[in-house]
Nanobody, 127 residues
Framework: QVQLVESGGGSVQAGGSLKLSCVAS????????MGWFRQAPGKEREGVGC????????YYADSVKGRFTISRDAAKNTVYLQMNSLKSEDTAMYYC????????????????????WGQGTQVTVSS
């Protein structure tokens, strides 16, 4: 019921920046949280950050705090991931995901809590 399309990925040298976008469509009124996840080959999918549709905090993984920033444009149903000071270990497929409920004690970073996902956009950081 919610469709997500990511864009903005690409290749960048270490220390550079990229800005990813995720546009939601469909039943966008049902969105409570929009999260960014990433998955490198051979590794499990991990949470990058999460932003709530209404008032509330924005969450980030410790590994990206101070470097990545999540923002949203409600009028455009779009969430952004600004990535600065990129490192080689940031290389991964980045996914946008939506949750339609509050977490009620569960972690925001659990991929299983998000029923809707985009197709992903590749980010490659070379050193």
């Amino acid at each position: 019921q919610v469709q997500l399309v990511e864009s903005g990925g690409g290749s960048v040298q270490a220390g550079g920046s990229l800005k990813l976008s995720c546009v939601a469509s469909g039943s966008t009124d049902s969105i409570y949280y929009m999260g960014w996840f990433r998955q490198a080959p051979g590794k499990e999918r991990e949470g990058v950050g999460c932003i709530r549709s209404g008032p509330g905090p924005t969450y980030y993984a410790d590994s990206v705090k101070g470097r990545f920033t999540i923002s949203r444009d409600a009028a455009k149903n779009t969430v952004y991931l600004q990535m600065n000071s990129l490192k080689s270990e940031d290389t991964a497929m980045y996914y946008c995901a939506v949750r339609t409920q509050s977490f009620y004690g569960s972690t925001w970073a659990s991929p299983t809590k998000y029923p809707y996902w985009g197709q992903g956009t590749q980010v490659t950081v070379s050193s």
